[in-house]
């Protein structure tokens, strides 16, 4: 059984309840939900979703890099959008932070997120 190893980074937001920025077991690495809070100051920036899609991304890519990986090496990645319609700006930046090929991923409307986010995500690496 593989010992599993909790992952923290000052670079990244602080959990806001009972979880931990990720866990990695072997080389596998699940990383929690980030949505788009400012690392410094635990607020959730303002601005359109593009900023917060960005912010989020820059929450993971702190995350993965705590974990001794990087956003290339995502395998599954989980959005969450509180309206669907955003999707198409989730597609066009997300190419500005991945390259082909690009990881699995899914999609998930929902009707809230934590703090009135307009967008959270969730990954798995294997680094």
């Known amino acids: 059984m593989s ?12 959990a806001i309840g009972t979880y931990s920025q990720a866990v990695r077991t072997g080389h596998t690495v699940y990383l929690s939900g980030q949505i788009p809070l400012d690392p410094s100051t635990m607020e959730l920036i303002g601005g359109d979703i593009d900023a917060q899609i960005r912010q989020v991304f ?16 995502v395998v599954k990645l989980t959005v969450y959008l509180v309206d669907i319609g955003d999707f198409p700006r989730v597609n066009e930046i997300m190419s500005e932070y991945f ?21 959270e995500m969730d990954a798995i690496l294997v680094a």
């Open 58 to 73: 820059d929450n993971l890519s702190a995350v993965a890099g705590a974990a001794g990986g990087s956003l290339f090496d």
């Open 3 to 14: 010992e599993k190893r909790y992952i923290h980074t000052e670079a990244a937001p602080a």
């Open 99 to 119: 390259k082909k090929p690009y990881p699995a991923r899914a999609a998930v409307g929902v009707s809230a997120l934590p703090k009135a986010a307009l967008v």
